[in-house]
Each structure stands twice: as structure tokens, then as C-alpha cells.
């Protein structure tokens, strides 16, 4: 527990040091944006290749190949959903939430990008439609589409309750790539990773600076579709919280499904390259 008071006095300069500007640390000026008028012209002639239907306190992965796109729906009553992204060739390259974070902020929406973690960098897919864009950000600092939060756990319950929940989004996510890869449990376990937390409402509170979370403005029918960059798998879970209005890791949210909807297109596509940094490292 922080204490209520700092421990040091404060310098004589303290507020001109609170003063100083703030600097963007990674300026996106010098990223070629996303092509959104071409995406428009792909979407428009891609069909329909599947539809995955994710139950509730549960997950499911689907492919999706490069140039197609993939769309998460909420058909029912009000549910989040924690998406992890794998390169279909090589699940070490998967989504990185803390570098995507880092370029676009914490809260995605159309015309952000999704990106792999190193070596490859590059983009896994692009948001091309999100129909919560309205919400912008509310009177607590809240918005919609996160990258904060990492997925709720059983590691992270039995420390603070010392209980073990099996119906969390890491849980769910790490059998569903079992199911989807043949792996065991224990290694699908080691390619789960950080996730965009797909139709939940988060931000930080003003006093104390903690995670938190909201009911989430998602309504029947309101979707986020994604550009694919790579030939991916897309796992989703539908969070055991429901809405995610009061706790998240137990059975006590009312919980629906989530659909994950394939759209194929037969137009030429190349995938960005691998991030061309030489891996040198200094040596």
C-alpha cells in the first residue's frame, strides 16, 4: 500500500520540474498510413468464408488469410472479448499490446494497426470499421478497445483470492489454441499473450492511477472489423465479466456469445516485410 503522504519534501523548484512539456515518445508521422480507400475496394468485393461463434467463459481460434478481413460481433446482450493474433506460419510472431500501446495509445479504433512483437514488428492487422467510435473518451477518462489490461487470470485470482477460476480469458484462450494447433496445455499456455480487450470500457482513476473498468456501451449488432496484414490466427474469448460492469473473473456476470465473422478476398496481396532492423545489436 502507497502511503497518503510522500516520504521527501518536495525541491524548491518542484512545480517549474511538474511543468515541463510533455513529449510523445514515438511520433507516427513517418508511418506510411493505412491505405484505406484500396482496404474499402478489397472489402467490397471479399466474401463471406466462415463464421466462428465463441460461447460465453469460452474461446475459439479461426484462421484468416492475408488481404481477407475478419469481423468481431456482439449478437446479443452486452459482452467484451479478449482477442489474441498469431502469424498462422509462426506463433512466436504474435500481437504485441505494449508496443501497439506505445504508438497509438491506449484505446484503438479505425486506422490503428496491430503489431507483432520483435524481430518482426510489422503490422498483424488494421482496424477498418468500429461501430463504438461514437464513445470517444467519458467524463472518467474511460474509452472503448484497450490495450491496457493484460487478460483476466488464474494466476493473478489465486494470489489475491486465493481461489482457482478456470473460465478466465488466459484460461480460455490457452485451451483454444490447444484445440486449434493440437498442442499440449502447457505449451499452447507459453504463446498466450497480452490482448486488445475487444468492446470493453477502461481507463486509469484520477486519484490513485489503478486500472479500472465500466459497463461496456456495446449493443446488439455493434462490431470491430480488422484488415488482415499476415495470414493469422485470431483467438477471441468472451470474458467471463459479461459487460465487465462489476468482476470479471468469476461465474457472477450475465455473459453471451461473441461471433467472429471471415471475409476472403481473391485480389492480389502482399504482406509489410519483416521489420528491417539488422539485429545487430551493437556487436
Not at 56 to 80: E, H, K, L, M
Not at 157 to 176: F, Q
Not at 178 to 193: I, K, R
Amino acid at each position: 500500500m502507497k502511503p497518503d503522504q510522500p516520504a521527501f519534501a518536495p525541491p524548491s523548484d518542484a512545480d517549474a520540474r511538474r511543468a515541463k512539456p510533455a513529449v510523445i515518445c514515438y511520433p507516427t508521422d513517418a508511418l506510411a498510413p493505412p491505405d484505406h480507400q484500396a482496404m474499402q475496394g478489397r472489402r467490397a468485393s471479399a466474401t463471406h468464408r466462415a463464421t466462428c461463434v465463441i460461447l460465453p467463459r469460452d474461446a475459439r481460434c479461426t484462421t484468416v488469410p492475408a488481404g481477407g478481413f475478419f469481423r468481431i460481433t456482439c449478437p446479443d446482450g452486452a459482452q467484451v472479448g479478449d482477442l489474441n493474433l498469431w502469424s498462422a506460419t509462426d506463433l512466436t510472431e504474435h500481437f504485441y499490446s505494449g508496443k501497439t500501446r506505445a504508438l497509438h495509445g491506449t484505446h484503438l479504433s479505425t486506422g490503428d494497426r496491430l503489431w507483432s512483437r520483435f524481430p518482426n514488428m510489422r503490422p498483424m492487422a488494421t482496424i477498418t470499421e468500429d461501430t463504438l467510435d461514437w464513445y470517444g473518451w467519458d467524463a472518467d477518462g474511460g474509452s472503448v478497445h484497450d490495450v491496457i489490461g493484460t487478460r483476466c487470470d488464474p494466476y493473478t485470482g489465486r494470489l489475491l483470492s486465493g481461489s482457482d477460476y478456470h473460465y478466465c480469458c488466459h484460461s480460455n484462450l490457452t485451451r483454444a489454441l490447444a484445440d486449434h494447433t493440437g498442442m499440449s496445455l502447457a505449451e499452447a499456455e507459453s504463446y498466450v499473450h497480452d490482448v486488445l480487450n475487444v468492446f470493453m470500457c477502461t481507463g486509469f482513476t484520477n486519484d490513485t492511477h489503478q486500472y479500472f473498468m465500466k459497463a461496456s456501451p456495446v449493443r446488439k449488432g455493434d462490431y470491430l472489423e480488422f484488415f488482415a496484414e499476415i495470414d493469422l490466427i485470431v483467438g477471441l474469448s468472451a470474458c467471463p465479466g459479461g459487460d465487465c460492469g462489476d468482476e470479471h473473473t468469476s461465474d457472477k456476470a450475465a455473459c453471451y456469445p461473441l461471433v467472429i465473422d471471415v471475409f476472403e478476398s481473391t485480389e492480389p496481396f502482399t504482406s509489410p516485410a519483416p521489420n528491417a532492423y539488422d539485429r545487430s545489436h551493437g556487436r
